[in-house]
T-cell receptor, first 113, second 114 residues
Framework: GAGVSQTPSNKVTEKGKYVELRCDPISGHTALYWYRQSLGQGPEFLIYFQGTGAADDSGLPNDRFFAVRPEGSVSTLKIQRTERGDSAVYLC???????????FGNGTRLTVT | DQQVKQNSPSLSVQEGRISILNCDYT??????FLWYKKYPAEGPTFLIS?????DKNEDGRFTVFLNKSAKHLSLHIVPSQPGDSAVYFCAASAILSAGNMLTFGGGTRLMVKP
């Protein structure tokens, strides 16, 4: 596809479970970002990859959150021991190079019951 | 502490009139500003940007104004169309920071009435 693809579009899980959210960026985009948007708020930065490495993970709220991008393309955001407060829309974005406008996917809506 | 604020959660405008969306920021290190538009169940879409060396940038019906001394920017849409109805996010970054970490405001829901 031409845009950033995120799967699943919706995920419902029970408190304490582990979840993985996938992001497939635009082909050729070297920079990849994860953001989280809670209800009624703007997106909040979580982590930024340049190639395979996490260049800035200062937005990850705690050590239950982890993200990887092993081949410099697809990225997976992993959340361990989910809590109800983790419920939000998780947005992935990519850009051709850092400091160019971000292209967002449609997000994964995570609901922790 | 919100570094980017959009104080109006919603705005209603008649079709054909001007829509003005406002944004304030507190971090003086911000030097690049963007507006994103978001429809329900979709991700934000880039609309227009401005760097701090300019005070105005225009793209068709959309114009962004930047007042650095007041740490204020605004997005003007004229004429407004029903298809412009969406949530608009203001975002800011410091160009010299690593990557393009954007700090977003809370959004303003624009409703354009036919």
């Amino acid at each position: 596809g031409a845009g950033v693809s995120q799967t699943p579009s919706n995920k419902v899980t029970e408190k304490g479970k582990y979840v993985e959210l996938r992001c497939d960026p635009i082909s050729g985009h070297t920079a990849l970002y994860w953001y989280r948007q809670s209800l009624g708020q703007g997106p909040e930065f979580l982590i930024y990859f340049q190639g395979t490495g996490a260049a800035d993970d200062s937005g990850l709220p705690n050590d239950r959150f982890f993200a990887v991008r092993p081949e410099g393309s697809v990225s997976t955001l992993k959340i361990q021991r989910t809590e109800r407060g983790d419920s939000a829309v998780y947005l992935c974005a990519s850009s051709l190079v850092s400091n160019s406008p971000l292209h967002f996917g449609n997000g994964t809506r995570l609901t922790v019951t | 502490d919100q570094q980017v604020k959009q104080n109006s959660p919603s705005l209603s405008v008649q079709e054909g009139r001007i829509s003005i969306l406002n944004c304030d920021y507190t971090n003086s290190m911000f030097d690049y500003f963007l507006w994103y538009k978001k429809y329900p169940a979709e991700g934000p879409t880039f609309l227009i940007s401005i760097s701090s060396i300019k005070d105005k940038n225009e793209d068709g019906r959309f114009t962004v104004f930047l007042n650095k001394s007041a740490k204020h920017l605004s997005l003007h849409i004229v004429p407004s169309q029903p298809g412009d109805s969406a949530v608009y996010f203001c975002a800011a970054s410091a160009i010299l920071s690593a990557g393009n970490m954007l700090t977003f405001g809370g959004g303003t829901r624009l409703m354009v009435k036919p």
